[in-house]
């Protein structure tokens, strides 16, 4: 008879503690499986402006370089897009753009209207390529080192914040010469 009052009470509190757990995690956080593996294999054609596309072989090596996935239509785009503005005045280091699964002629026009911090753009229409970066939406950041792999991901908006506390560190210690032992 106990038995019959415990099941219920015993689901509850599993149902309690994996809502407590799934409150504490950050999905901003979300580690890529391609963290420390070099950046996929990829051609993306241009947009106006930017007619050269992007490709792997854009990557140069000993270069670090920020790859954002934005879009138009994507609304957290424009709380970052100033940030990557500024950065990009600063020179600090080369923005990649990949424009994911938008109109050539709105990625253009929003650019013109926000201006333009990529060095190179390439336009993602189908989204495959985002894919094979690990994309799960839009805007997310990236940081390849100077051998071509991915060493951080950002999810979401970037902010101050996170330029100055995640993203411009990561950047400098990439930069940083390796320790001989």
């Not at 920020?66 to 080369?94: K, Y």
């Amino acid at each position: 008879m106990r038995l019959k009052f415990f099941i219920p009470l015993a689901a509850f509190v599993v149902l309690v503690i994996a809502l407590a757990v799934g409150l504490r995690l950050k999905p901003n956080e979300i580690p890529s499986a391609l963290i420390g593996d070099p950046i996929p294999e990829f051609s993306l054609p241009g947009i106006p402006g930017h007619e050269d596309g992007l490709s792997t072989a854009d990557f140069r090596e000993g270069e670090v370089f920020l790859v954002n996935v934005f879009a138009s239509w994507c609304i957290p785009c424009r709380q970052e897009h100033p940030i990557f503005m500024e950065l990009a005045r600063t020179g600090d280091v080369q923005i990649y753009g990949i424009n994911q699964r938008d109109k050539v002629e709105d990625a253009v026009r929003w650019l013109a209207t926000f201006g333009d911090p990529y060095a190179r753009v390439g336009s993602d229409i189908n989204g495959r390529a985002s894919i094979d970066w690990g994309v799960y939406g839009v805007p997310e950041t990236f940081i390849v080192d100077g051998e071509g792999r991915i060493i951080y991901k950002h999810i979401s908006v970037v902010t101050r914040k996170i330029l100055a506390k995640e993203i411009l560190p990561r950047i400098e210690q990439a930069r940083a010469p390796v320790a001989e032992n």
